[in-house]
């Protein structure tokens, strides 16, 4: 009998990367936020006793950080409250709970890659609900894994990549931030370490998955655009301005440094570090195609 998985925040764009990366041999059951909405603590452990899955993958939470800073018990809801559903249910239930979770836990201030143990320090509202919500899972179903993300785009949903896109259609010129620096990561892939992890039923605790290297958002959307007018995504190029965070206030602040170190990943979900141009172009190809299609 197949295994079955339950995707939670399945309309997201990593849910959707998750849905279209399924392997054959789970029975994936996806659940977007009018089907559960985790927040809601009587929902959730009806939901999961009924469908009794082995296994939920958790890409569901709100993840508008700069609306966070005002909507903080909206934010604290999802990320926090949400994730504490899920963990108390899983462990009554004895189900394996993964759960996603982010680099904005950091405060920026380090020079090298943060492990899963470094001490954390968030900057904004987004931030603390998601560390509140790690805590929780871990303290309410200790077998719980709680993977870290940072910079993820995917031709599904909302983000950089995407936004990058457009204004490069609409602009002549663009200015963009160079003294943050971090690792964008491919949906696709990390969906595939979630995957991966899925089928380990051994592991817990925290665990952090980017692609490979590290770059400003300035050289992101540098690459953004070189590799879009390869491909035949934007008509041309056009020049692009780095500039400081001091220059492009938002509501909340950033890490200025948020490169994850995924060497215990690599060892114990045997997952390739791609290097994350490599996935940046298998991205735009993917778009592309969709388009063509
Ligand atoms: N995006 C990034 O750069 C990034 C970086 C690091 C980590 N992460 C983490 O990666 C995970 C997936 O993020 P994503 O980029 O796929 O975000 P996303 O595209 O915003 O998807 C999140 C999904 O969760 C749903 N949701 C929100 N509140 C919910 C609730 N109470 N119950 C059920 N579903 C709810 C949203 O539905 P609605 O659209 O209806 O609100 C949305 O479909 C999150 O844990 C996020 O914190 C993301």
């Known amino acids: 009998m197949k295994q079955k998985i339950l995707v939670l925040g399945a309309g997201g764009q990593l849910g959707m990367e998750l849905l279209h990366s399924a392997r054959p041999d789970v029975e994936c059951v996806a659940l977007a936020r009018p089907e ?4 809601d603590r009587l929902a ?10 082995a296994v939920i993958i958790n890409a569901a939470a709100y993840t508008a950080v700069d609306a966070a800073e005002d909507n903080a018990a909206a934010a ?13 249910s899983c462990r009554e239930l004895g189900i394996r709970l993964l759960h996603v979770s982010t680099d904005f836990v950091f405060d920026g201030a380090s020079s090298h ?16 609900s998601k560390l509140a919500g ?27 990549v995407k ?29 595939g370490a979630l995957w991966a992890a899925a089928a380990r039923p051994g592991l817990s605790g925290i665990y952090h998955w980017s692609d490979e290297g590290s770059c400003s958002w300035y050289e992101f959307a540098l690459a953004i655009c070189e590799e879009a007018v390869d491909l035949g995504l934007l008509a041309k190029s056009l020049p692009i301005r780095p500039i400081a965070s001091s220059e492009y206030p938002t509501a909340a602040r950033r890490p200025a440094y948020s490169v994850l170190d995924k060497t215990a990943s690599w060892r114990d979900l045997a997952q390739p570090a791609v290097p994350w141009r490599t996935q940046l172009r298998c991205m735009l190809a993917d778009m592309k195609e969709a388009q063509d299609e």
Do not use: K
């Open 36 to 39: 559960l909405d985790i927040g």
């Open 44 to 53: 959730v452990a009806d939901c999961l006793s009924a469908r009794a899955p």
């Open 76 to 88: 604290h809801r999802a990320n926090a409250q949400g994730p504490a559903n899920l963990a108390r």
């Open 113 to 128: 890659p943060y492990t899963p143990a470094a001490p954390t320090a968030p900057l904004g509202e987004y931030g603390r």
């Open 134 to 160: 790690e805590r929780a899972v871990l303290e309410l179903c200790p077998q719980a894994l709680v993977l870290r993300s940072g910079w993820v785009y995917s031709r599904f949903g909302n983000n950089f």
């Open 163 to 191: 936004t990058m896109l457009r204004l490069m259609a609409e602009r002549e010129q663009l200015a963009v931030v160079a003294d943050q620096v971090g690792t964008p990561t491919w949906a696709r892939g990390l969906a």
